[in-house]
Nanobody
Framework: QVQLVESGGGLVQAGGSLGVSCIVSGGTDSRLAMAWFRQAPGKEREIVAAISWNTGSTYYQDSVKGRFTISRDIAKNTVFLQMNSLKPDDTGVYYC????????????????????WGQGTQVTVSS
């Protein structure tokens, strides 16, 4: 069983930076793939970035490449998403997600009824 607890987020002006964190409990010995998704009001949930817990290989949605960085700290059982040059379109609830024996490039397939999910944290970017 994998449990995920997000923290961070908040309100920031366009062009600013923000970070979100996800503490992972359980499953780190099961070739976890971790990801951050986001969901804006009235829109479908979409993947933002993903990372392999074991190898550190990453995947990014095109719209965040060069602005967002996903990383993990194995000693702290934590996954981070550093967001720079934020835009109003980045606004949404950000969810941490995990899948055992997963691949970062295939995490976009994860749905709310598959894998493991955190409770979400709000990120609001004002213009």
């Amino acid at each position: 069983q994998v449990q995920l607890v997000e923290s961070g987020g908040g309100l920031v002006q366009a062009g600013g930076s923000l970070g979100v964190s996800c503490i992972v409990s359980g499953g780190t010995d099961s070739r976890l793939a971790m990801a951050w998704f986001r969901q804006a009001p009235g829109k479908e949930r979409e993947i933002v970035a993903a990372i392999s817990w074991n190898t550190g290989s990453t995947y990014y949605q095109d719209s965040v490449k060069g602005r967002f960085t996903i990383s993990r700290d194995i000693a702290k059982n934590t996954v981070f998403l550093q967001m720079n040059s934020l835009k109003p379109d980045d606004t949404g609830v950000y969810y941490c997600a995990a899948q055992t024996f997963g691949r970062p490039d295939l995490m976009y397939r994860l749905t709310p009824t598959t894998g493991y999910w955190g409770q979400g944290t709000q990120v609001t970017v004002s213009s």
